[in-house]
């Protein structure tokens, strides 16, 4: 019983692979390699190089190593850049779902788990985001991933295709020593790049009707996230029905300067972060409520700060500052 992995070579997709080899089960991996790894990959995993774009790549794929579902994980994933390359945002997360399911109903393979986003909400009013918070995403990026999520719905009422789109928040942390967040755009990365090479990282804004005036995020490990799909992939598989929406969230937020600070606690490099302006849209506080994906997902934060900043340091030190 295989599952395709899409984006199986990037940060997420490869710890999804490797959750999905811990628990005994087959996948094959599609991945352009245009932000992924190859070396992120096994060598003993199935590997196919290409965009969800090619229908006929895909469906070939799904034929050719049988396989029963999908955990749809390639898309374009900046949010920033996607308002400068609005057409090629679409282009890759929306196209390239439809292209996707085209293939997937062409060979018979009816599950599917997506990989959604917290950027579907914009800028929540609320100080605890659920599965009901309105949606209201402000960038191409957002947008694109809440016409999947569409999509994927409209497609199931047609064919009865079992579906859930999982909404991931930040996620940080590395479940492997060779596995690393590679990202140019992401807040772990960043300060490891700059604090390697000799810099002092920013915070941007200190000013936030916060508690330490910095603003307030939801990160959650990328293990425990890899594992939630597992489980969902499994049920899905087994006739189940869940949700159409899940996020994967903490229930509990954290600043940026605690973040700051765990980060010099951890890694032992002893900064203190300068102070910049803020940047233009960033709300004070993003948090979500993790209790219907730990209902139905066994979807449960078993690692803690230090554990997120200590794992992620480690891969990057390892092989992230190499390359």
């Not at 295709?161 to 930040?170: D, G, H, K, P």
């Not at 006739?239 to 973040?259: C, M, P, T």
Request: include cysteine; proline fraction near 4%; glycine fraction near 10%.
């Amino acid at each position: 019983m295989t599952w395709l992995v899409t984006g199986g070579a990037g940060y997420i997709g490869s710890h999804v692979v490797r959750a999905f080899a811990d628990a005994g089960m087959d996948v094959v991996v599609l991945d352009s390699l245009e932000s992924g790894h190859r070396e992120f990959v096994d060598a003993e995993v199935p590997f196919v190089e290409g965009n969800v774009t090619d229908t006929d790549l895909v469906r070939r794929t799904l034929r050719e190593r049988a396989v029963v579902g999908v955990v749809h994980v390639a898309g374009y994933k900046y949010a920033g850049v996607s308002v400068r390359r609005p057409l090629h945002t679409y282009e890759q997360n929306v196209t390239g779902t439809i292209h996707l399911l085209e293939a997937m109903a062409d060979t018979g393979v009816e599950s599917v788990v997506f990989s959604s986003s917290a950027a579907v909400y914009g800028t929540p009013d609320t100080d605890l985001v659920t599965e009901t918070t309105p949606t209201a995403p402000e960038s191409p990026y957002g947008e694109s991933k809440l016409v999947d999520e569409w999509v994927l719905r409209a497609q199931a009422r047609a064919t009865g295709l079992r579906q859930t789109s999982l909404r991931y928040f930040n996620v940080v942390g590395s479940g492997y020593d060779d596995l690393y967040d590679s990202s140019p755009h992401n807040l772990f990365p960043k300060v490891f790049q700059t604090l390697t090479s000799g810099g002092v990282p920013q915070i941007n804004g200190d000013d936030y009707p916060t508690p330490d005036g910095t603003c307030v995020r939801d990160y959650v490990h990328v293990a425990d996230l890899a594992h939630s799909h597992v489980v969902a992939a499994r049920s899905l598989a087994g006739g189940g029905v869940l949700e159409d929406v899940y996020n994967l969230g903490s229930g509990e937020g954290v600043s940026v300067r605690q973040i700051m600070d765990t980060i010099a606690h951890v890694t032992g490099v002893d900064f203190t972060a300068e102070i910049g302006p803020r940047r233009p849209g960033d709300p004070a506080r993003i948090v979500a409520s993790g209790e219907l994906a730990g209902r139905d997902l066994g979807w449960q934060m078993r690692h803690s700060l230090d554990d997120m900043v200590r794992s992620a340091w480690g891969a990057w030190t390892r092989v992230g500052a190499r390359q």
